[in-house]
Each structure stands twice: as structure tokens, then as C-alpha cells.
């Protein structure tokens, strides 16, 4: 079960500690050093001395190459007094979390990658939302019909279309046939438009700004990041894969440990007596 603050509770906490992998690598090797003292001090031949000692070995290579690794990983994510280094995450969360907004910014923001992922994903919006065809809705509704005859009116109170009047011209008669030819146009000149603004080129879309604006907000993002924060990401991220280290530290502490006592450099654990 979880509590409501999120945090395990103690029966997960307590399988959690049993069923890790690294824990059991360094009780395996607690077992095999229990079972090689047996052999050496409790079964009364030589046969089980000789293999005692083995066991022995292997054991503790095992273990002290596991638990070496184990304080390694606390190291990384505890202060621990008198250890020089230890708690780094905690210490260093500010360079921590910086390297972190410029490894985003430089991965997935990068100036090229903007340049070419951002029009191209505005020119497949503006295709989805057909430009050219609401620009046409929208004209020939009343509002649209409105504003293109208020600008026909401005023409004909206009110089010229006082000349054009002069002439017993009446441009009013004439809407019916301009309008149709203004909402064409209209309707063709939109989409050409909202390319040529998608266009880096063209200067009406400042990536390098959008950019700027990213690095700014995730700046002050980061700020909210604690050392907490930092220890918990970390702490999620790569703990259980940290187990690993453990395993094989006892692992190629158990090698180690056959091979120095099969070339008899290993220290005397006692000799089987009658």
C-alpha cells in the first residue's frame, strides 16, 4: 500500500529491500561464507578444509566486492560524515539541473531542427484547416458581405470613384459583379500568404526568438528544482539499474577470490586439527 503522501509504506519498503537484486547477490555471498567456515571448522576432514577455504574465499572476494559497490551507490545519493564525495547529487544539484536544461534545449530545440520541424508542421495545420475554404465561409456570410460592401461604399466616396461617377459610372450597380471577384481573390490570396509567413526565411517567424523564449521559461523552471527533487528523478531513474553493479561486484569478487586462493594468495583461515 501507498500512503496518501505518496511515499511507500513500510511493508513495501520491506519487500522492496528483499526482493532487491543487489541485496540478494550479497546475502548469496553471506551463505556461501557461512557455508565455507562449516566446512572448515565443523566437518572434521581434510577434503572439507580444502573446499572450506575456497568457499571462503570466494565468499568474502564476493562479498567485499559487492558491499565496495553498495557504499559506492549510498555514496552517490547520501551524505555520509567523514566520506569525502559523498551525497554528490545533493551538492552538485546545480550543475545538475543545469546540464539537464541545456541537454534538453540541445537535443530536441536545436536551431536546425526548429527551422525545418516547426513550418513544416504549421504548413500541415494550415493544410488540415483549409484556409482557403473558410476564407470563403466567412465572406459570403453577412458579416463578411458587410465588410466588402462598406469597402465598395469607401471606393465610391472615394477621388476616384467621384471621377468615375462623373462619368455616369454608378459603381453601386457594379457590387453584384465585384463581389464575386474580390472573395476569389480573397479566398486564393490567404493560403499564399500564410505560407509565405511560415517561410523561416521570410522573417515573419523568428525561431531564434521561440528559442530564446524556451531557454528563459526552462530557466526559470529549473529554479523550482531542489536538491530533493534532483535525488528523487535520479533516484527513480537509475537505482534499479544500480543493482547490477552490486551483482557483479560480487560476481567478479567471487572470481577473484577462486583464482587467488587457487594460486595460494590468500590469507590463512585455519587449518583442520584432529
Not at 76 to 89: A, D, E, M, N, T
Not at 153 to 170: K, R, Y
Not at 248 to 264: D, L, R, T
Request: glycine residues 8%; negative net charge.
Amino acid at each position: 500500500m501507498v500512503d496518501i503522501d505518496g511515499e511507500e509504506s513500510i511493508p513495501q519498503k520491506c519487500l522492496a529491500c528483499v526482493t532487491d537484486k543487489g541485496n540478494i547477490a550479497l546475502a548469496f555471498s553471506i551463505l556461501i561464507i557461512c557455508i565455507g567456515s562449516t566446512s572448515m571448522f565443523a566437518v572434521k576432514n581434510p577434503v572439507s578444509d580444502d573446499a572450506g577455504k575456497f568457499l571462503m574465499s570466494i565468499g568474502l572476494f564476493a562479498f567485499s566486492g559487492g558491499f565496495t559497490n553498495w557504499i559506492a551507490i549510498q555514496m552517490l545519493f547520501y551524505k555520509i560524515p567523514l566520506v569525502y564525495g559523498s551525497g554528490v547529487l545533493r551538492r552538485r544539484y546545480k550543475a545538475i539541473r543545469r546540464a539537464m536544461k541545456d541537454m534538453i534545449l540541445g537535443t530536441f530545440f536545436q536551431p536546425e531542427f526548429l527551422n525545418k520541424y516547426i513550418p513544416q508542421k504549421l504548413r500541415e495545420a494550415a493544410a488540415e484547416a483549409d484556409v482557403e475554404n473558410k476564407i470563403n465561409v466567412f465572406l459570403n456570410t453577412e458579416t463578411g458581405q458587410k465588410i466588402i460592401e462598406d469597402k465598395i461604399d469607401q471606393i465610391s466616396a472615394s477621388p476616384e470613384g467621384q471621377l468615375v461617377e462623373s462619368m455616369d459610372i454608378n459603381i453601386g450597380t457594379f457590387k453584384p459583379l465585384i463581389k464575386p471577384v474580390i472573395i476569389s481573390f480573397l479566398s486564393d490570396l490567404g493560403p499564399s500568404v500564410l505560407n509565405h509567413l511560415i517561410e523561416p526565411e521570410n522573417g515573419a517567424l523568428n525561431l531564434e526568438k521561440l528559442r530564446d523564449e524556451l531557454d528563459r521559461y526552462m530557466s526559470e523552471r529549473m529554479m523550482e528544482v531542489t536538491p530533493q527533487m534532483i535525488q528523487d528523478i535520479m533516484y527513480t531513474v537509475v537505482l534499479q539499474y544500480l543493482g547490477w553493479l552490486i551483482v557483479w561486484g560480487c560476481v567478479f569478487g567471487g572470481v577473484m577470490g577462486a583464482i587467488c586462493q587457487a594460486a595460494e594468495l590468500t590469507p590463512t583461515y585455519g587449518n583442520w586439527t584432529v
